[in-house]
């Protein structure tokens, strides 16, 4: 079975300081990995993914996420936070091989950007 | 683009009735997924439509819950009757196929309260 672990329910960091949102993932085939960021009574919205290639993959707003397969992670990151980036982000996992359709979502972690 | 549209964005029950939710994918995405969001939890899936055949309904509670997507179009998630432990919020997503990579985007989702 696939699994997604977001160990840290809340990160606070200040504006302008650089952030990180941790995430590993556990699946049996090749991983299809995926970050979300939800808004207060909004859906999700897509940030970034990671099919092949490149383990550094650029997203939306300024995000990054840096695969490592050794280590099993997908952490979202930025160089420099926001105000705005306060919100609630989740991170997803899809197991690649063929007839495997179903997205596992972390329990999210509540990112807090101090003035 | 417009993105993906649900309705009632709200909706507030009794314990034993029923309740409707509607969803409009983004046009042309032939896949669509209704999910569950219990509070402080990930998203969860509960069916998966591909046109207007189920490709996924495993962990859909079949007693109570019911979906459809007649025109492989727009489509409702029924839950009758309602159980107190039903109180989440619901989502909609759209991808292009069903393919492993895609993207699936959310929409607003619907808050359901029962009491």
């Known amino acids: 079975a696939q699994s997604v672990a977001q160990p840290e329910d809340q990160v606070n960091v200040a504006e302008g300081n650089p952030l990180t949102v941790k995430c590993t993932y556990s699946v049996s085939g090749n991983p299809y990995l995926f970050w979300y960021v939800q808004y207060p009574n909004r859906g999700l919205q897509f940030l970034l993914k990671?099919?092949?290639?490149?383990?550094l993959v650029k997203g939306s707003y300024g995000f990054e996420a840096e695969f490592n397969k050794s280590q099993t992670s997908f952490h979202l990151k930025k160089p420099s936070a926001l105000v705005s980036d306060s919100a609630l982000y989740f991170c997803a996992v899809r197991d690649g091989r063929a007839g495997r359709r179903a997205l596992t979502f972390g329990s999210g972690t509540r990112l807090q950007v101090q003035p | 683009e417009a993105g993906v549209a649900q309705s009632p964005r709200y909706k507030i029950i009794e314990k034993r009735q029923s309740v409707a939710f509607w969803c409009n994918p983004i046009?042309?995405?032939?896949?669509l997924y209704w999910y569950q969001q219990i509070l402080g939890q990930g998203p969860k899936l509960l069916i998966q439509f591909q046109n207007n055949g189920v490709v996924d309904d495993s962990q859909l509670p079949k007693d109570r819950f019911s979906a459809e997507r007649l025109k492989g179009v727009d489509s409702t998630l029924k839950i009758q009757p309602a159980k107190l432990e039903d109180s989440a919020v619901y989502l909609c997503?759209?991808?292009?196929?069903?393919?492993?990579?895609?993207?699936?985007?959310f929409g607003p989702g619907t808050r359901l309260t029962v009491l």
């Open positions: 990671y099919i092949t290639g490149d383990n």
């Open positions: 997503a759209s991808s292009l196929r069903s393919v492993g990579t895609d993207t699936q985007y």
């Open positions: 046009s042309g995405h032939a896949t």
